[in-house]
């Protein structure tokens, strides 16, 4: 049985607690939160709960934290864990910039942890049946792909509005389908992205395209839409001899994502359409049941290693770099890329 620490008791702290009571193997044991009447009132009087972060593994026997902190937070709470021997599934993005993110992955070695960043699209089961239409060659040779995720700000925290606590909508909403295009198809050769920064001066509405030997990728995130606007994303996979399509619209913003409309749609050459199934598996349990098993397994999370997420903030990196810049960059001559991960 792994038994997991929870830091944080924000939005995603609750969707990762609420995960862990339908993992097999695992039991929530600890949360740290600055609001332990609302954990006590939800997990009853066997949870243990501390208020400063430090204490979480003093109290009670822990195998594995879940980070899910502000970004700015990462850092410093991945190596407290890892520090104290503790294995760690920290919330996307990484970290703030490579050079956290580098600090992260080596004190993760050093102390022999297994560190894997929450990448959910790559457990999201629409997402999941795209990549195996990219692997399996169902849609031929990938042509061109676009994607989306457009949103008002967060409610449940002011810190996504501070460039310097969340790195803006490029790193907490366009990481997620950069993750994912690097999953289908490994880093790209060049980058370039355009964007607007909000008053606080994030980059708050980004559009970026990433070029590929024989394909194009572009990728539209933003924060700016009015409170009307229904958190949506989805993505388009053009193949040479098929193309795929999946929607993801919420009357509401993300939070609400249980009352959303879903739909994965294949084309193909010949004129069928079909809409495939795909499992009806949250995600976020899919994702923390595939890093328990990790851990009761001994081995290192081959479907989410922390160097492809590190690989995925050399990207990041990039894209900054192109904002500030105004000019593309092609991957290995950005300024702020380190070398040998």
């Known amino acids: 049985m792994i038994r997991l620490g929870v830091i944080g008791f924000g939005h995603i702290g609750r969707i990762h607690c609420e995960a862990a009571q339908r993992v097999a193997g695992a039991k929530l044991a600890s949360v740290a939160t600055r609001h332990p009447e609302e954990v006590r009132r939800l997990y009853g009087p066997d949870i243990n709960i501390c208020t400063t972060y430090s204490d979480l593994g003093r109290d009670v026997p822990l195998d594995a934290v879940v980070v899910c902190t502000p970004t700015y937070l990462h850092e410093e709470h991945v190596l407290a864990a890892v520090k104290q021997g503790l294995h ?35 457990f999201w089961p629409p997402y999941v049946r795209i990549k195996q239409a990219v692997d399996s060659g169902e849609i031929g040779t990938v042509q061109g792909i676009t994607a989306y995720r457009l949103a008002q700000y967060p409610t449940w925290g002011d810190w996504f509005r501070d460039p310097q606590k969340s790195g803006g909508v490029l790193l907490d909403m366009q990481v997620h389908d950069v993750d994912f295009i690097y999953w289908l198809l490994g880093a790209p050769e060049e980058v370039y992205a355009a964007g607007v920064r909000s008053a606080t001066g994030s980059w708050d509405h980004v559009c970026t ?73 949250d995600m976020y349990v899919a994702q923390l049941q595939y890093f328990v098993d990790c851990l009761e397994g001994g081995h290192a999370p081959q479907r989410c290693l922390p160097e492809d997420s590190y690989h995925v903030m050399e990207i ?26």
């Not at 070029?211 to 994303?233: N, Q, T």
């Open 209 to 281: 395209t990433l070029r590929y030997p024989g394909a194009v990728v572009g990728i539209e995130s933003s924060y700016l839409l009015p409170d009307s606007w229904p958190f949506s994303c989805g993505i388009r996979v053009i193949g040479s001899v098929a193309s795929s399509e999946y929607t993801f619209r919420v009357a509401g913003n993300v939070e609400q994502r249980q009352q959303a409309t879903s739909r994965l749609v294949m084309y193909q050459s010949n004129g069928q359409i079909e809409e495939p199934p795909v499992s009806s598996e």
């Open 316 to 341: 990041m990196e990039a894209c900054r770099e192109s904002l500030s810049t105004s000019a593309p960059v092609r991957l290995g001559t950005s300024t702020s890329r380190r070398e040998n991960a």
């Open 88 to 122: 760690v599934l920290c919330e996307k993005p990484f970290a703030l910039d490579l050079a956290a993110a580098h600090r992260m992955l080596a004190g993760a070695r050093q102390n022999k942890a297994v560190l894997m960043i929450a990448q959910v699209l790559r």
